[in-house]
């Protein structure tokens, strides 16, 4: 059972907008501490897509963008591309259990 | 440019001890403001967080795994060695080692190894 809440899945067609959700609670994204999501492509490490809620590393490609809002966040991905064909995990910190915390992620299937 | 690689073993047997080695480069864990933290994934599920440690030495756990877990760390080698006692086959995963990244509103882990497959059998 993860502390942060996503669906288990999502599809779209190319060239279409998805959007994964993520819910916290009070002792992380209430308390005031930032999402950060990564994209984990098949059979590879995760690797950081989006830090501080909304910001990209440089690499990433504008189509990704994230938002949170109370004790919720979002993913967003828009132009759909089979390569973003992968798993999407949140995070965040918790300052009830004092340590991060990872949702159960949410595989992404491109139609 | 930042890169961290797991080392350890591959196979384990259940009861037995578990030690992996973390060997980074491109920072100093002597460095105010640096960490490394392990993350494991069971095959087919989700990523679990299970340590941190920082520059100044302190440690976080998960709290599920705290009793079996102990993470050092020898800057002269820039490495991070984790320790999860008394494995079991539902330890198996692969153990990844992240170099966090702190802010203001909390930590995110923005270089991540390649990871290394630990399975627990007899």
């Known amino acids: 059972q993860s502390v942060l809440t996503q669906p288990p899945s999502v599809s779209g067609a190319p060239g279409q907008r998805v959007t994964i959700s993520c819910t916290g609670s009070?002792?992380?994204?209430?308390?005031?501490?930032?999402v950060h999501w990564y994209q984990q492509l098949p059979g590879t490490a995760p690797k950081l897509l989006l830090f501080g809620n909304s910001n990209r590393p440089s690499g990433v490609p504008d189509r990704f963008s994230g938002s949170k809002s109370g004790t919720s966040a979002s993913l967003a991905i828009t132009g759909l591309q089979a390569e973003d064909e992968a798993d999407y995990y949140c995070q965040s910190f918790d300052s009830s259990l004092r340590g991060v915390v990872f949702g159960g992620g949410t595989k992404l299937t491109v139609l | 440019q930042i890169t961290l690689q797991e080392s350890g073993p591959t196979l384990v047997k259940p009861t037995q001890t578990l030690t992996l080695t973390c060997t980074f480069s491109g920072f100093s864990l002597r460095t105010s403001g640096e960490g490394v933290g392990w993350i494991r994934q069971p095959p087919g599920k989700a990523l679990e967080w299970l340590a941190l440690?920082?520059?100044?030495?302190?440690?976080r756990y998960s709290p599920s795994l705290k009793t079996r877990l102990t993470i050092t760390k020898d800057t002269s080698k820039n490495q991070v060695l984790l320790t999860m006692t008394n494995m079991d086959p539902v330890d198996t995963a692969t153990y990844y080692c992240?170099?966090?990244?702190?802010?203001?509103?909390?930590?995110?882990?923005?270089?991540w190894g390649q990871g290394a497959l630990v399975t627990v059998s007899s």
């Open positions: 009070s002792s992380n994204f209430g308390a005031g501490y930032d």
């Open positions: 440690i920082y520059w100044d030495d302190n440690e």
């Open positions: 992240a170099h966090r990244r702190i802010t203001a509103a909390g930590q995110y882990l923005d270089y």
